[in-house]
């Protein structure tokens, strides 16, 4: 039902971050992404600078999404061919944070701990302003 409620218009948010490879690795989810969970990495890279997570309502950079301790559990092994690629582990071209139009809405997917008290609020806050519609392409 995930998938119906976003292609019906809705917002779907994955928060995929997990301590344990028993969790979603190597499952399909919702959109057609697979992850593989590798525990902690922390060196992220934004390589989408003008999407709305990145830039509304506050900026972010690098060093945003960088030094959490663990930025990212693990990335995208399979996604969609629409996807969109917003953050990568840095230097490896494996993808973290995605965007996906889906029917008549769209799937944001992350393995970062974006709710984390000790990670960005300003990207937290982006994050939940794009769920919601506010400044959407």
């Known amino acids: ?9 809705g917002a779907l948010d ?8 028993d969790s979603a690795h190597g499952r399909l989810l919702p959109g057609g992404f697979v992850l593989s969970i ?5 060196d992220v890279t934004i390589v989408d600078s003008d999407h709305p997570i990145t830039t509304t309502p506050n900026p972010i950079g690098n060093g945003d ?3 959490w301790g663990c ?3 693990g990335y995208f092994v399979t996604f969609p061919p629409a996807g969109h690629e ?8 494996d993808p973290c944070c995605m965007d996906l139009p889906f029917g008549a ?9 974006v709710e984390w008290g000790g990670g960005s609020r300003a990207f937290l ?3 939940i302003l794009y769920d919601v519609g506010v400044n959407c392409p």
């Open 14 to 21: 994955l928060h995929l971050a997990s301590q344990s490879e």
């Open 105 to 113: 809405g769209r799937i944001l997917a992350t393995v970062q701990t």
């Open 1 to 9: 039902w995930f998938e119906v409620y976003a292609s019906s218009g």
């Open 38 to 42: 590798v525990q902690c990495l922390d």
């Open 71 to 73: 930025s990212t559990h």
């Open 65 to 67: 999404v960088d030094g």
């Open 86 to 93: 917003i953050m990568e582990i840095a230097g490896s071209g």
């Open 125 to 127: 806050e982006n994050t």
